[in-house]
Nanobody
Framework: QVQLVESGGGLVQAGGSLRLSCTAS?????MGWYRQAPGKQRELVAA???????NYADSAKGRFTISRDNAKNTVYLQMNSLKPEDTAVYYC????????????WGQGTQVTVSS
């Protein structure tokens, strides 16, 4: 079965940085990160296709950078200038080329930003 292995979450102070990594047991058209804070809906943070096209949430633009290494089936999320509002469980996601196909999720990693 497909596995997505995440790492890099933790506790940081506001203004600090974290780098999340996710390695998949296969190649996918799109890989990215979603997050869910307590009492709120899951939302897209950033995603990137195998060709390098990116999509960011407005709250992430200018602070976060998504990248991927296709040879390693790995996606990275560099998070700078972190804010308490970024506190959430972050989930790695991988999708096939067609919407609804091969939609997989990691187990989630906690990111906590203190004020």
């Amino acid at each position: 079965q497909v596995q997505l292995v995440e790492s890099g979450g933790g506790l940081v102070q506001a203004g600090g940085s974290l780098r999340l990594s996710c390695t998949a047991s296969g190649s996918f058209f799109s890989m990215g990160w979603y997050r869910q804070a307590p009492g709120k809906q899951r939302e897209l943070v950033a995603a990137i296709t195998s060709g390098g096209s990116t999509n960011y949430a407005d709250s992430a633009k200018g602070r976060f950078t998504i990248s991927r290494d296709n040879a390693k089936n790995t996606v990275y999320l560099q998070m700078n200038s972190l804010k308490p509002e970024d506190t959430a469980v972050y989930y790695c996601n991988a999708k096939g080329r067609v919407r609804g196909q091969f939609d997989y999720w990691g187990q989630g990693t906690q990111v906590t930003v203190s004020s």
